[in-house]
């Protein structure tokens, strides 16, 4: 079992930044990807973000790329979400993902085996 814990979420004006904190417990960290999705009312779950175990391999959505950030800290059991110049179509909420041992970047929900509950970002205009 992976419990994974998101904090760092709020209010920001558009054009602001944001940083989410993702805490994994439960099962080594090390040897996982992670990753991090988001989901606006009314709309699926979307792909935005995900690293590899060693966080020399990253991925964005094209609609975050050049303005989000994942990184993980290993020694912590924790990923990063830096989020910069957000603008109103960001407003969700984020969740946290972590795939099974070995398996590198991941851009699917079905790729992914653990979740957090989510923590809500609302970027006003």
């Known amino acids: 079992q992976v419990q994974l814990v998101e904090s760092g979420g709020g209010l920001v004006q558009a054009g602001g930044s944001l940083r989410l904190s993702c805490a994994a417990s439960?099962?080594?960290?090390?040897?996982?990807?992670m990753g991090w999705f988001r989901q606006a009312p009314g709309q699926e779950r979307e792909f935005v973000a995900s690293?590899?175990?060693?966080?020399?391999?990253?991925a964005y959505a094209d609609s975050v790329k050049g303005r989000f950030t994942i990184s993980r800290d290993n020694a912590k059991n924790t990923v990063f979400l830096e989020m910069n110049n957000l603008k109103p179509d960001d407003t969700a909420v984020y969740v946290c993902?972590?795939?099974?041992?070995?398996?590198?970047?991941?851009?699917?929900?079905?790729?992914?085996?653990?979740w957090g509950q989510g923590i809500q970002v609302t970027v006003s205009s």
């Open positions: 993902a972590s795939r099974p041992l070995l398996y590198g970047v991941g851009y699917s929900t079905t790729d992914y085996d653990y």
């Open positions: 439960g099962r080594t960290f090390s040897p996982v990807a």
């Open positions: 690293i590899s175990w060693s966080g020399t391999t990253t």
